[in-house]
Nanobody, 126 residues
Framework: QVQLVESGGGLVQAGDSLRLSCAAS????????MGWFRQAPGKEREFVGA????????NYVGSVKGRFTISRDNAKNTVYLQMNTLKPEDTAVYYC???????????????????WGQGTQVTVSS
């Protein structure tokens, strides 16, 4: 069992940067590929990006490519979402999620994630 706790959300202005963290419990964090998702009010949950267990492979949804970066520190059981040049349309609750795997790949949006965090709110004002 893995528990995920996101932090770092807040209210920022358009063009600002924000870094979200997702801390995982347990000693097997390095065997979980990690994903970030977001859900805006009245919209379906959207895949933001994912990172492999090694941290060497990532993938992102097109709308955040070049602005968002996912990284991880397996020694700290933490995955990060660095968000730059934020836009009002990035406003959402952001969730991290984990997939148990021994394969070094960055999961896609339509894969079944095993564990989810409770989310952290990001609000970008114009």
């Amino acid at each position: 069992q893995v528990q995920l706790v996101e932090s770092g959300g807040g209210l920022v202005q358009a063009g600002d940067s924000l870094r979200l963290s997702c801390a995982a419990s347990g000693r097997t964090f390095s065997t979980y590929a990690m994903g970030w998702f977001r859900q805006a009010p009245g919209k379906e949950r959207e895949f933001v990006g994912a990172i492999s267990i090694s941290g060497l492979k990532t993938n992102y949804v097109g709308s955040v490519k070049g602005r968002f970066t996912i990284s991880r520190d397996n020694a700290k059981n933490t995955v990060y979402l660095q968000m730059n040049t934020l836009k009002p349309e990035d406003t959402a609750v952001y969730y991290c999620a984990a997939i148990s795997t021994y394969r070094d790949y960055a999961p896609s949006a339509n894969q079944r994630y095993d564990y989810w965090g409770q989310g952290t709110q990001v609000t970008v004002s114009s």
